[in-house]
């Protein structure tokens, strides 16, 4: 049952970026925002500091979201505990 939960969740949490917190960071960005640009940089700064490629980690977030609908949120619980260990044996 809590599994169901948090499938349906991460479901809206999706819906909600894609149709609230995405558009108003686009908005954001554009208008050059200092607080937005201040996150930017501060998250190339970490990126960089882990070492993983932004490709690999959009990669690794999609296929979990994948995961996530395909397998009702097992597959996203063991990936995300791998992905945790691969950032933390950097």
Same mark, same amino acid.
């Given at each position: ?24 960071? =686009? ?8 607080? =937005?640009? #201040?996150?930017? #940089? ?22 979990? =979201? ?25």
């Amino acid at each position: 049952m809590v599994k169901c939960c948090h499938f349906f969740m991460l479901q809206d949490l999706n819906f909600n970026f894609q149709t609230v917190i995405l558009p108003e960071a =686009v908005t954001a960005f554009q208008a050059e925002e200092p607080s =937005v640009l #201040k996150i930017v #940089k501060d998250l190339e700064a970490l990126l960089s500091w882990v070492g993983i490629p932004m490709d690999s980690i959009i990669e690794t977030l999609e296929q979990l =979201v994948v995961n996530a609908t395909t397998l009702g949120g097992v597959a996203f619980t063991l990936s995300v505990s791998h992905l945790y260990t691969d950032i933390n044996l950097i």
